[in-house]
């Protein structure tokens, strides 16, 4: 039985003509047989689709024999906000098992792998290392090289696989929104980046791996993502804005969370000019209880900043974050503990609080990054 496949995106390659990018998970014929009679486990959530159908609903209809879920952060359906504490329970659809891959066990343990011949991952991210999709990831294949499982990553088209940007991860400051030495921006897509999990031997053992990869594609190609990706990320705009904007939730500064715009805005209640302004109310699956709620906020409104799809980033922007601290009336709250974990370092917040100009910052990324891009090149998938 073959599923049928119709248009995944309509995208412009840089240079070239419209194409269609087929992620893995379209790419059947490439995998049915490597799980042809395995029991199969799953690693996906919303974003997990074939077309408008569910990568599970679709081998179920092809008979594959899954026996399980592993969730990551905001749930399989993708209902839960960031950070939420998701529990185990059943799909409400087809009946499996779910188990979560946040919280308290964010690495499957050898009960929960007993019984799987073969696991497939497939998470749509978004090219971030704080974007906690990354750290599963590397988790999930430490699991299964030592429970000798393997693992198919169904990759997917990174919307900032196009520029390396940021610190990069120090030892010092590992945690699940960081966990791998990587820069910020680190220009990879999920199968680029578990290649190179196994080549640099970030994890004891090397995963049994197999990477279906995207078709059409190049770290250039111009791709809208069909689905958010998580629900504080509800359009292109919040993602391309992701990456700078994240390293205000270290800090007193609202993003947004609780309205309509999330990671599409950015202020505080005592901002000086007025001329805009936000209310973050409490929104359940969203933002519970996002900061200042129900309080006013004034501040920058950035949600016509990217114009079209192909109006992206090509670096970090840090003169917001700066330009925010300069004017913060109490400099010494500004900053709270969670803002190193995000920089991966705690250089950053040093720099910034010493008055250290934007180019001078980048000039001490500069070394890491070029040793990084490197690197990086022997994994590489695509063009």
């Not at 391309?240 to 993003?255: A, M, R």
């Not at 505080?268 to 936000?278: E, Q, T, V």
Request: proline share 7%; with cysteine; charged share 20%.
């Amino acid at each position: 039985m073959k599923i049928k496949i119709l248009i995944a995106a309509l995208v412009l390659p840089l240079g070239l003509a419209l194409a269609q990018v087929l992620p893995g998970a379209y790419q059947t014929n490439e995998y049915l047989p490597l799980i042809d009679g395995k029991k199969v486990a799953i690693v996906g959530n919303q974003n997990s689709m074939i077309n408008h159908t569910h990568l599970v609903d679709s081998l179920l209809d092809l008979n594959v024999n899954i026996v399980k879920v592993f969730a990551p952060e905001h749930g399989f359906r993708g209902e839960a906000e960031a950070g939420a504490h998701i529990a185990d329970g059943k799909d409400a659809k087809t009946g499996l098992k779910i188990v979560s891959l946040y919280g308290n066990n964010k690495k499957p343990t050898p009960e929960q792998l007993s019984g799987v011949d073969v696991i497939l991952f497939d998470l749509q991210g978004v090219g971030v290392r704080f974007y906690t999709y990354i750290s599963t990831l590397k988790y999930m294949m430490e699991a299964c090289a030592e429970a000798h499982i393997h693992l198919i990553v169904l990759d997917r088209p990174n919307p900032h696989a196009h520029y390396i940007d940021g610190p990069m991860l120090d030892k010092s400051q590992i945690s699940f929104v960081g966990l791998l030495p990587i820069p910020v921006v680190y220009g990879m897509t999920d199968a680029e980046l578990a290649l190179m999990i196994n080549g640099e031997k970030w994890n004891e053992k090397p995963c049994p791996l197999t990477c279906i990869p995207i078709k059409n594609y190049t770290h250039e190609t111009v791709y809208e993502l069909p689905h958010p990706p998580s629900p504080n990320l509800p359009n292109l705009e919040s993602i391309y804005l992701y990456p700078s904007l994240c390293f205000f939730e270290g800090t007193k500064i609202s993003v947004g969370r609780g309205t309509d715009f999330p990671f599409q805005v950015a202020g505080y209640p005592a901002f000086a000019d007025k001329s805009f302004s936000f209310v973050p109310k409490s929104k359940e699956g969203f933002s519970a209880k996002p900061k200042y709620m129900n309080e006013t906020c004034y501040g920058l409104d950035l949600r016509q900043y990217f114009k079209s799809a192909s109006d992206r980033p090509t670096q970090l922007n840090l003169k917001w974050f700066m330009d925010f601290y300069k004017t913060y009336p109490d400099k010494s709250q500004f900053f709270t503990r969670f803002f190193d974990k995000l920089a991966g370092t705690d250089k950053l917040q040093k720099q910034i609080e010493s008055g250290m100009s934007e180019e001078k910052i980048r000039e001490n990324w500069k070394s890491d990054l070029d040793g990084f891009r490197l690197l990086r090149a022997k994994y590489l998938l695509y063009p």
